[in-house]
Structure formats: C-alpha cells, structure tokens
C-alpha cells in the first residue's frame, strides 16, 4: 500500500516562503517519479513541478523560478521550496505517484498566501 503524507503548508504572506515534504511509503521511492500538484477552490487540480527517478525537472509556467522540487531517496522524501509567493499560489498541495499504473494521492496540505 502506498502512502504519501504532506507536511509543511500554512498562512504565509505574499512574497513570503514555505517548504513542503512528502514522506513516502510502500513503493520503490528511488525510481519513482514523484510530483506536486495543487487545487484552488473551483479549479481544477493542476501538475505543479515534477522530479524523476534521475533527477530531471518540470515546473508549471507560472511557478518558473520561484519554485524548486528536489528529493532525497535516503529519506524517501520529496520536497517543494515555494518562494516569493502570491495569492494565486493560494490551493490545497498534493504530492503524487504513480505504481502499476495506479495514481496515488496524498491527503493534501493547505498553502494560503494572504495578508
């Protein structure tokens, strides 16, 4: 049984920073890709940024340059360094990862940008 379980949202201000973790379990963390997606209410859930197995690298337009997912297999953790953030980054965060052709889903953690 996979588990991913996500750490590390909260009220920060715009232009402020978070750190969200994704603690994994129950798959081969080390050649997963593992990703980060996010849902804002009324939107649908959209592919944040996305790391490989090799370490390889994608990121949502609109998060270019202030975001950085990176991941630590001796942890079987992945990351997302979220800076100089807006109220558009405003969502529920939600790691993912993909097993036999399986989607699985974190519970979700809430990142509210508001001042």
């Known amino acids: 049984q996979v588990q991913l379980v996500e750490s590390g949202g909260g009220l920060v201000q715009p232009g402020g920073s978070l750190k969200l973790s994704c603690a994994a379990s129950g798959t081969i963390f080390s050649i997963s890709t593992m990703a980060w997606y996010r849902q804002a209410p009324g939107n649908e859930r959209e592919l944040v940024a996305r790391?490989?197995?090799?370490?390889?690298?994608m990121y949502l337009d609109s998060v270019k340059g202030r975001f950085t997912i990176s991941r630590d297999n001796a942890k079987n953790t992945v990351y997302l360094q979220m800076n100089t953030l807006k109220p558009d980054d405003t969502a529920v965060y939600y790691c993912?990862?993909?097993?036999?052709?399986?989607?699985?889903w974190g519970q979700g953690t809430q990142v509210t940008v508001s001042s």
């Open positions: 790391i490989t197995n090799s370490g390889s690298t």
């Open positions: 993912n990862t993909w097993k036999f052709g399986n989607p699985y």
